[in-house]
């Protein structure tokens, strides 16, 4: 586990043990406050994919503290930390399959609302010896960005009349999963498509739901169908808010063997390059060559600006939620200063 | 974090996924590679922590034989858990900035045979400042920069300055010179030992220089697992410092010797006629630069989509997988993988027989 050195609250957050994940919480909360905004004349709601960060303290913010609001998380696992911390609706994206799963559904089942996105027969089928008013099933509906769900229309019928007649949960309606914002349009035509045909079956879908990117929530809000009644979104806290970022690492200059480079503490194993490298935010003119498993290598030209042994670097990393999922604690800045430090509470709950 | 144990003595059907499992047996087989090359060398293995991250494993490289009963790590947070879990002899092979950092080495040298990593002249005498004020002395070993561009000392004069000011200090003793290398993509046994000893005989430069002044080096550190078979050869190496032949990752497969001990148990939780789907994604598996993990056994199934907790495999021909198959994932790099575990599920024989903490994992240096 993490074993940084601990500063004092009011600490200035370049003086941080480094490598540490940096959090702006007035940006944070800024960004928060903008999104719930887009929806606000809807009736569609903003449901925050809170596995993005996995961190209890931020989620509480998206849902201004009322635990009955639904967040959707990626795993099982990741929803048994959210219960235990008092979150009671959560939306499950991945599907509880093996026996352990099960079982470990039966105990959250307990403790929390929960909804669980499936796909066919098979899943289904899991939930079979469950009799709970806690548990209800999403339909995943697939869409050219999404190949995954249920295959046809027919099957959906099939499967939803399956669930109506002959199993204990709830049927909450249907989901889908736009990947980009490009794919938005044809998402919510899929889902809707969908909607009509079991409606043409005598079936009501309560629940229509977009799992979708942070830049589709913005263009959802001009082209949001009234029938959409929810939509998923993770990144939204952490989008660029003014010049500084509002999620960031600091790592500080180890060495500087030649003029021109400089090599900081802060690698593969502090900032996850899996989409991208990250940028370099408080010297413009620096960009990450490249980065091994413990450390970074940092370019600029020396006709411009140097950087000496001991200077502190602020990254923003490519993506935010590979990166919270490396550090057990977050700490959150407030005027350049340390506020307080959170957990990662679901950080590691791959299962 | 993961709070997820399974029983010992439970099959590895019984295992929850996804899980980061290492075969015993095939671990242990690498450990023999090393026992073995270096029964009766002087030069003997430093294993690199940064790749196992906890003691206990360590400590069984060290049993079965072949090292200096000693490792080396990353960093400082990294070799504290080291001597907490009874190492006493560690190598930092990174240089150790500020002062915090430099605190916890200095404390840390009072209660085990710590050295570190130099490069420069400011980083060496501070060391040496929080050295002479907490009294203790840290052991230093110039870094040479061989191949990689990345820290150390670009010219044999500058290793011999800093060596000279190392002589001079209080509270340093100055043991010897350290290096890393790699080589890229498939190399053949001739292009290991040619490009091994390449680079091995420029940190030796530097060794000879220094000595040539009159500084004795006890230590010369360099070699990795591309090059163990190779540094034990070259006279004057003292330790080599090997971590990935432990677990292995897809990039190193050329090394036949050693064998693929560490993979992630994944389950398919869909499938459709082209693909199938399982329950890990870049989180646990990490993907570095779109790097892709492979599926261990099926050359048909490759990785077509990461996604934060699950992945879409794309099949080629018809599509035999079903709903909670299971399979196993071999990471492109190994410590990148560790690193975002909290433990190792150790099996034999489809068998758990151990569940390790990975004491070590974290960010902070």
Same mark, same amino acid.
């Given at each position: 586990m993490e074993r940084p050195t601990s500063k004092p609250t009011?600490?200035?957050?370049?003086?941080? %043990? !480094?490598p540490a994940l940096l959090v702006n919480s007035k940006l944070l909360k800024s960004n928060i406050e903008n999104a719930k905004s887009y929806l606000k004349d809807t009736s569609c709601k903003l449901i925050p994919n809170i596995g993005t960060h996995g961190a209890a303290g931020i989620a509480r913010y998206q849902t201004n503290f009322d635990h009955e609001a639904p967040v959707f998380v990626d795993t099982l696992q990741q929803a048994h930390s959210f219960a235990n911390n008092g979150f009671k609706n959560i939306i499950i994206?991945?599907?509880?399959?093996g026996t352990g799963k099960v079982e470990s559904l039966h105990r959250l089942v307990n403790t929390a609302h929960v909804t669980i996105s499936i796909s066919n027969l098979a899943h289904l089928n899991m939930l079979k010896h469950f009799s709970s008013e806690n548990l209800s099933a999403l339909f995943r509906i697939p869409n050219k960005s999404d $190949?995954?769900?249920?295959? !046809?229309h027919q099957t959906l019928l099939e499967l939803v009349k399956l669930l109506e007649e002959?199993?204990?949960?709830?049927?909450?309606g249907l989901i889908t999963v736009s990947k980009g914002s490009d794919s938005l349009e044809e998402s919510f035509k899929e889902i809707l498509s969908a909607k009509s045909f079991l409606q043409s079956h005598s079936?009501? $879908?309560n629940e229509l739901l977009i799992n979708t990117s942070n830049q589709s929530l913005k263009k959802a809000h001009a082209?949001?169908?009234?029938?959409?009644t929810g939509l998923i979104s993770g990144n939204y806290p952490f989008e660029?808010?003014?010049?500084?970022?509002?999620c960031s690492v600091v790592s500080t200059v180890? $060495?500087?063997?030649?003029?021109?480079r400089a090599y900081i503490d802060c690698g593969q194993k502090a900032? $996850?390059? %899996?989409r991208g490298v990250p940028s370099v935010v408080?010297?413009?003119?620096?960009?990450?060559?490249k980065m091994s498993a413990e450390h970074g290598y940092l370019v600029f030209d020396t006709a411009e600006m140097n950087l000496e042994i001991g200077d502190k670097i602020l990254l923003r990393p490519a993506n935010y939620s590979d990166t919270f999922n490396l550090y057990d604690f977050i700490n959150l800045i407030k005027n350049d200063r340390l506020e307080s430090v959170i957990e990662t509470t679901a950080r590691g709950t791959f299962k | 974090m993961q709070s997820y144990r399974p029983n010992l003595?439970?099959?590895?059907?019984l295992i929850e996924t996804p899980s980061l499992l290492i075969d015993l047996n095939l671990m242990e087989s690498n450990f023999d590679v090393i026992s073995k090359t270096y029964s009766n060398t002087l030069c003997k293995m430093r294993q690199?922590?940064?790749?196992?991250?906890?003691p206990d494993i360590l400590w069984r490289q060290i049993e079965i034989g072949?090292?200096?009963n000693g490792v080396c790590t990353a960093k400082v947070s990294e070799a504290e858990v080291m001597v907490e879990g009874g190492i006493r002899d560690v190598l930092i092979t990174s240089e150790i900035v500020g002062e915090d950092k430099q605190r916890r080495l200095a404390y840390l040298a009072k209660r085990a045979d710590v050295k570190v990593c130099i490069d420069n002249k400011a980083n060496l005498n501070s060391l040496s400042l929080v050295a002479q004020e907490i009294g203790s002395e840290i052991g230093v070993l110039i870094e040479v920069d061989?191949? =990689?561009? *990345?820290? +150390?000392? *670009?010219?044999v004069e500058q290793g011999v300055d800093l060596a000279k000011l190392a002589e001079s200090l209080n509270s340093i003793k100055f043991l010897g010179v350290m290096s890393h290398q790699t080589v890229d993509g498939f190399a053949d046994k001739e292009t290991r030992f040619i490009e091994g000893k390449r680079y091995i005989d420029k940190c030796l430069a530097v060794k000879t220089a220094i000595e040539d002044n009159g500084i004795e080096v006890t230590i010369v550190s360099s070699g990795e697992t591309f090059s163990y078979d190779v540094a034990p050869q070259i006279? +004057?190496?003292?330790e080599v410092e090997g971590g990935?032949?432990?677990? =292995?990752?897809g990039p190193t497969k050329? =090394?036949?010797?050693?064998?693929?001990a560490g993979k992630v148990l994944t389950t398919v939780i869909d499938v459709t006629e082209i693909e199938v789907v399982i329950d890990? +994604?870049? *989180?646990?598996l990490g993907g570095p630069l779109g790097v892709t993990p492979t599926i261990e056994g099926h050359d048909n199934l490759a990785v077509k989509e990461m996604h934060d907790s699950y992945s879409v495999l794309k099949v080629e021909g018809v599509n035999p997988f079903e709903i909670g198959q299971t399979l196993f994932i071999c990471t492109s790099q190994q410590d990148i993988l560790v690193n975002r575990w909290d433990n190792f599920i150790g099996v034999r024989d489809g068998v758990v027989e151990a569940v390790w903490d990975i004491s070590a994992r974290g960010c902070h240096h």
């Open positions: 009011g600490h200035h957050h370049l003086e941080l %043990d !480094t994206e991945s599907p509880p399959v $190949s995954i769900g249920v295959g !046809t002959h199993f204990e949960i709830n049927w909450k079936f009501t $879908s082209n949001l169908p009234s029938e959409i660029i808010n003014g010049y500084f970022p509002v180890m $060495s500087t063997p030649e003029p021109g900032i $996850s390059i %899996d408080n010297y413009p003119n620096t960009v990450v060559e | 003595g439970a099959t590895i059907d690199h922590a940064k790749n196992i991250k906890c072949g090292t200096l061989t191949s =990689m561009g *990345r820290a +150390g000392i *670009r010219t006279e +004057g190496v003292t990935t032949y432990a677990l =292995m990752s050329y =090394m036949e010797e050693f064998s693929l890990a +994604g870049l *989180r646990c």
